[in-house]
């Protein structure tokens, strides 16, 4: 007798379910993407039990004929794909055809839906895979699909299910990453009858839409911490909000990466975002939603059989594009006591998102497609750190009172009190120098009599000889005695090193800085220099009144006075009216 035996259809269907649909979120994910490619401009979710008794999704999209309901909830069921070479093209979500019948296999399964014209609305209802009842149902426009009691007939995998807090988190995230990616839909969802989250859609082009949304997600106090940034490079685009680098978290929960408006989770996208930040973070995370707009070709989504892994073809330029873009505009951004600079429309370039969503069926009203409407003098996008505008000084006008705990600088600015950091204000003004001497080719360099040594591990020592020859050009003369001491023969003129600032320099260099080739040269600039500025200025000097005025001099003159280098500020003023009210008293000074 033979042994090989054919596996029962049913079989076969749960083992499928068991690779698509993992946990409730995953049934979700794939209900959101169908009433997305549906065309979707509004999707109501309800979940009851951490979606282990109910996960029901409605939209108002094109809806189903009544033949097609029962077509779709079978195996590679879709109408989304003809040939093998469609799924490069990824103009819809989904591709695979198994969402559906895996959803069915493992759960009680309701999918009601109407299409313009027909005579009614139908409905299919079944278990376990088996179709119990066909209706007619009301002609409400798009489809209702619910599923119940999810692995039901599986009890081993739902064994494996997580804390119902758990798998309540991972809902509430598929949506939010679905409402991040897709600014023309509307969402909503409740859980065991609480309302969770309520997005709808704002005439307001993609700006304002993902402001929104990122006020309602992240929360206020992290999303007063977001600046916008974006970028095009050669075939790529890279936008979104992004931490500023003094208003970073403990975790890493706040970060959604989008590939083309898909969610994804890449440890590309991410490395190259902590590369961005490189020294600024100092063990603590930024929240972001970034989106990157590639060509369809370029990368591939479905490796993995949730869909949220990608490979990409240019993964090196990728990288680069991303900790570039996210490092230049991240030092350029900040004006510390204005909101984030408000662009008025038309003045600058408006950048409008290339969509390779080309599907005639993607008909969703798209933000994306809109122009965008740029964030203008809002509030909620204010520096947290701004308590009041800073007026427009000039050290001429300023009358020094004196220094306080060695390190800050008062000043009388006429209309009240402007604290400066001594030390972050020598920071910024030696890294522009720094930085102008690097771009003009003309560092100053000082060699140093007894040259400067620090012992590092082999792995460091890697790191900082990769860098050797680019260092050079920087101005710093590395060499290496024995296998794990380095010395500095020789150093800009600008900075003054010690023997422990040299360690520390290089440790935080070999720490920060990966392939030489890999970063783009005005990154490393910028690297270097805010690293060697914060290691050459020794704080707690004591500072003389023209020392003082002079340094506000020069601070004056920098691009971003209000920033040292890694992003804290430099100062900040308390007008005449923030004291007297400390003093409950109503006229200013
Ligand atoms: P895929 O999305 O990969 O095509 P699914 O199993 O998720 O496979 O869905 C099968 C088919 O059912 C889809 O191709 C689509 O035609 C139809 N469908 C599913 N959900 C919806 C919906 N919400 N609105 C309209 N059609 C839908
Ligand atoms: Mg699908």
Redesign the pocket.
Known sequence: MAEIKVLPEEVVAKIAAGEVIERPASVLK?LIE??L??GAAKIDIEIKKAGRGLIRVH?D????ARE?LRL?LGRH????LNTFEDIYSLATF????????SIFAVSRLKMA?FVHGAPSGYEIEGEGGHVTAEIPAAPVKG?T?EAADLFFNTPARAKFMKSDTAERAQLIRTVEEAALANLGTAFRLVIDDKEILSLPVHPGGLWENLKDRAAAIFGKNIYAGLVRIESKAPGMAVYGLFSRPDALSATRVNQHFFVNRRPVSSALLRQALYRGYGHMLTGRHPACALFLELAPDTFDANIHPQKRDVKFSGENEIFKTISNTVFTELLSKQTAASPLPAVEGGKKEIFDVPSFRNSPDAAAPSAAAETPSLFGGNEALTPVSAAAPVPDWSAGDLKYLGQLAKSYLLFDSGSGLLVVDQHAAQERILFEKYLGEFSGGAIKVQPLIIPLETELSRSQMETVLKWRDWMKTAGFEIDQRGPGTALLRAAPALFYFTQPAFADFLGYLSEVLGEPQKAAEDMKRSIIATMACKKSIKAHDFVKPQEALRLMEDLKKTKDSYHCPHGRPTLFHLSGQDIARRFQRSASV
């Not at 999209?61 to 189903?64: D, L, T």
């Not at 069921?77 to 989304?80: F, I, R």
């Open positions: 794939e169908n009433s490619d549906a939209d999209g094109r809806g189903m097609d779709a069921a879709t109408s989304k989904g591709f695979r055809g198994e969402a559906l019948y839906s489809t699909i």
